[in-house]
T-cell receptor, first 110, second 116 residues
Framework: GQNIDQPTEMTATEGAIVQINCTYQ??????LFWYQQHAGEAPTFLSY????GLEEKGRFSSFLSRSKGYSYLLLKELQMKDSASYLC???????????FGTGTRLLVSP | DTGVSQDPRHKITKRGQNVTFRCDPI?????LYWYRQTLGQGPEFLTY??????LEKSRLLSDRFSAERPKGSFSTLEIQRTEQGDSAMYLC????WGQGNSNEQYFGPGTRLTVT
């Protein structure tokens, strides 16, 4: 089976750092994606991890531990525009289908 | 703008009517995916194509749903005899699948379907 677990909602203040955790169980594994989705808009790609460790890209970093079935997205120097849903999506092997969690809604306040 | 376009952006239809949506992927992408998303949920996989071949269909996709990608470029998703439960955002995504590619999926803006 396939199961993805993320917190439903998080709040943080402008300028702060926030970590969004994701645990997953999938039938085969071929990397994990993080997407950002603003209300009413399509998801946009943030990061992709296939090997264990931390990938840094500007204010956003993503970490993966394959043995633990765990990933996190780290957002630094939060801005109001970072208020959005963040979707964790492991990719299974074979047909390489993305399996999305319900997402974490992040609210950044002044 | 990711380069993936969808048409129409919004569709309101009465229950029992048929609807068809179109997706134009990024031109060099060989894979095209359809997802459905309802409020407060992540996108749910419906089906995907590699070139013109439909390789997988979700169990969510009832017989009323059909998708095509006749020339390996644009794709259409048809819903026959729509039901109120079909109301959702229908998202299309494309990717360049193959060795050495990140297989990142680029999403279109979606078609929001409302069945009354």
């Amino acid at each position: 089976g396939q199961n993805i677990d993320q917190p439903t909602e998080m709040t943080a203040t402008e300028g702060a750092i926030v970590q969004i955790n994701c645990t997953y169980q999938t039938s085969g594994f071929n990397g994990l994606f993080w997407y950002q989705q603003h209300a009413g808009e399509a998801p946009t790609f943030l990061s992709y991890n296939v090997l264990d460790g931390l990938e840094e890209k500007g204010r956003f970093s993503s970490f993966l531990s394959r043995s633990k079935g765990y990933s996190y997205l780290l957002l630094k120097e939060l801005q109001m525009k970072d208020s959005a849903s963040y979707l964790c999506a492991p990719m299974n092997t074979g047909f390489q289908k993305l399996v999305f969690g319900t997402g974490t809604r992040l609210l950044v306040s002044p | 703008d990711t380069g993936v376009s969808q048409d129409p952006r919004h569709k309101i239809t009465k229950r029992g009517q048929n609807v068809t949506f179109r997706c134009d992927p990024i031109s060099e992408h060989n894979r095209l995916y359809w997802y459905r998303q309802t409020l407060g949920q992540g996108p749910e996989f419906l089906t995907y194509f590699q070139n013109e071949a439909q390789l997988e269909k979700s169990r969510l996709l009832s017989d009323r749903f059909s998708a095509e990608r006749p020339k390996g470029s644009f794709s259409t998703l048809e819903i026959q005899r729509t039901e109120q439960g079909d109301s959702a955002m229908y998202l299309c995504a494309s990717s360049s699948w193959g060795q050495g590619n990140s297989n990142e999926q680029y999403f279109g803006p979606g078609t929001r379907l409302t069945v009354t």
